[in-house]
């Protein structure tokens, strides 16, 4: 079985066996842990695999980086889940259904974005999210009900769009490479996409965008990320923000590769500019009125997936190395972030923002990695976060400076909304802790929650400003394919 396929069906048969596992003696965190850690394992090993297609699938330099992200943040969530999952009180069927679920929506995430198929992700973005409305939903209380169902109705609509674009992307290259699996292929696609009809093309690229941009919680098609990252388990949230975003936003970079290669047909550049810039106003000025932290970050998300769009929209080389490298800074910084904000939650008793003060004072290493990691979201260095957003900007100044004022704004409308976030969460006084029974129980208590969150940090800075040189060399390489 060729090393991507072991990679997509290893967490699927382990999701068959926590799903049969008894909760009653406590098997299932650490056997979750450890197929996590396998499939971080087999991510690694893919960097030394041939780039190429091998069947439906496809290992290049766009989607490798994220693949070893999401094996790295799928393996620190199941840590962080480890300690965190007695707090969530959940019965039998609950139990083995949390579980089962992440690891379905793990498998589906890496077919996602290793595949060459645009069925193939149509099937794995579906699976991933049907995985991630069980887990929203496993509570059965009616905010996790109506979260999960809210998440289920708008992301079926996007789905649904998907797949009528995926259509139209497959009737407009019939013509030019037959029926099968040619047509369906986003590397041929690609390259026979100048001698498609220009009018189909376009259409695809509307349906797709729009379809996969509700997944990826573009505005206007957004609202069920706040709702689903605050009502869900307290490790979803990271999976949620850092892996599920990423995945429908290649797919939406697939397309725009493809439309973008026929000179007769509309630029996607525009279209993917102006949802960002919206993405990021909204979700900007969004951050100055949450009382829930949870759904804070959440709004967070839709604004740094915005930045993200916003740069691949800009295109060239230099803007798409901004947009791979916000990707992977964010996924990185956010689920840390999620992860300090879950453990404070569970100390204080509550995810509310003014249950939530001077956790520096009470708790200094979860803290003051809270801080950093907001900081870090603020766009402030060392992290990647900063080294993107400067390129972004460098890079609108220079070729669309009327985009300069917009940009700015939210740049800094996010910025200082995330500063008084970090004030008002860590600093000051510290708010009375109410512990959760049966959080951290662990042997190694808080360990479970500092050691990912400052991994991560150190991670998003050394992307930053200390990447290895072939690492760097990768990132230069996907953003020459995105074109």
Known sequence: MPLPWVLVFWPWLGAVVLALVPPRGRL????????????????????????????????????????VVSALVGLTTAAFSAATVAAERFDALRHRAYHAAFQVFMGA??????????????????????????????????AAVEAAWKFFILCGVGIALALFGTILLYLAAQPVVGGGDPGLSWAALRAVAARCDAGVLSLAFVFLLIGYGTKAGLVPLHSWLPDAEAEGPLPISAVLSGLLLNAALLAVLRAEAIVSSHPGAMPPGPFLMGLGLLSLLLGAASLWRRRDARRLFAWSSIEHLGLATFAF????????????????????VKSAVFFAVGAAALLKGS??????????????????????????????????????EFRMVAETA?????LILPLGLGLFTAGAALVRAAQALCLGAPSPDRPVAGAFALRGGMLWATVPVWTHLALAAALGFAAPAAFGALLREGARILG
């Open 313 to 332: 929209g800009l295109g060239g080389a230099a803007a798409n190395l901004a947009g791979m490298l916000h990707l992977l800074g964010h996924s990185l």
């Open 398 to 402: 220079a070729r669309q400076p009327w």
């Open 109 to 142: 995430q890496f077919l996602a974005l290793v595949s060459d198929n645009m069925g193939v992700m149509w099937v794995a973005i579906e699976i991933a999210t049907l995985a991630s409305v069980l887990m929203v939903g496993v509570h059965g209380t009616p």
């Open 351 to 388: 995810q509310k923002t003014e249950d939530i003060r001077g956790l520096a004072a009470s708790h200094p290493v979860l803290g003051w990695g809270l801080a950093l990691g907001i900081a870090a979201l603020a766009g402030m260095p060392p992290a990647a976060i900063f080294v993107s």
């Open 28 to 67: 299932a965190p650490p056997l979750n842990i450890g197929v996590a850690a396998v499939s971080l394992v087999i991510a690694l090993a893919l960097l030394g695999h041939p780039p190429g297609e091998q069947g439906w699938t496809r290992i290049d330099a766009v989607n490798l980086p994220l693949v």
